[in-house]
């Protein structure tokens, strides 16, 4: 079955850059979305964007202009990078997938199992 | 943004029903998408498209949406079910993923 793997560096220095890749094993990334959601410690999710296998993306607006999404299709991979970072980006990183094509209709199917990010000096 | 509103917490008894809402202005207009996430673990679809039920899934979780308010309902409660419970939507407006608090159920 399809399953999400998150990797990256688990400690970030502030006002750095954050660079999060998604592996996908078990399906081609080329049918879906991918998503990139976050949760501070012992606090809720947050959906930070989306990315389609042929690139098309949006991000949540309150991350402003920090967040990029990308994907490798020859990889399976989709990535994340959130430049200037501070305490308060602090959390656990999950990718998911979108189960339909269409945002508005979507939820997310499948998750990965989550990468702990700590933004400190 | 749009807002959800859940209760913090819930309290029930095993072999109960627990019902756990969402407040959304209008949100029955919306495909509302829960989630059940236990300790240490990632957030696992329970319900989709407001009463949907992924593959694997027991029939003992159900989901209803009218209205300003979505509900899930577990019958049935077992001790497995403890657990924090997020409401999902999209909101259009803003063109963001919009997710509740989460509701923290507690079993008895």
């Known amino acids: 079955q399809v399953q999400l793997q998150e990797s990256g560096p688990g400690l970030v220095k502030p006002s750095e850059t954050l660079s999060l890749t998604c592996t996908v094993s078990g399906d081609s990334i080329s049918n879906y979305f991918c998503s990139w959601i976050r949760q501070s410690p012992g606090k809720g999710l947050e959906w930070i964007a989306y990315?389609?296998?042929?690139?098309?993306?949006n991000h949540n607006p309150s991350l402003k202009s920090r967040v990029t999404v990308s994907v490798d299709t020859s990889k399976n991979q989709f990535s994340l990078r959130l430049t200037s970072v501070t305490a308060a980006d602090s959390a656990v990183y999950y990718c998911?997938?979108?189960?339909?094509?269409?945002?508005?209709?979507?939820?997310?199917?499948?998750w990965g199992q989550g990468t702990m990010v700590t933004v400190s000096s | 943004s749009y807002v959800l509103i859940q209760p913090p917490s819930v309290s029930v008894a095993p072999g109960q029903t627990a019902r756990i809402t969402c407040g959304g202005d209008?949100?029955?207009?919306?495909?509302v998408h829960w989630y059940q996430q236990k300790p240490g673990l990632a957030p696992i679809l329970v319900v989709y498209?407001?009463?949907a039920r992924p593959s694997g899934i027991p029939e003992r979780f159900s989901g209803s949406n009218s209205g300003d308010a979505a509900t899930l309902t577990i019958s049935r409660v077992e001790a497995g079910d403890e657990a924090d419970y997020y409401c999902q939507v999209w909101d259009s407006n803003s063109d963001l993923y919009v997710f509740g608090a989460g509701t923290k159920v507690t079993v008895l």
């Open positions: 209008n949100i029955g207009s919306k495909s």
């Open positions: 998911a997938r979108n189960l339909v094509l269409t945002p508005a209709l979507s939820s997310f199917d499948v």
């Open positions: 990315i389609s296998y042929n690139g098309y993306s």
């Open positions: 498209d407001d009463s």
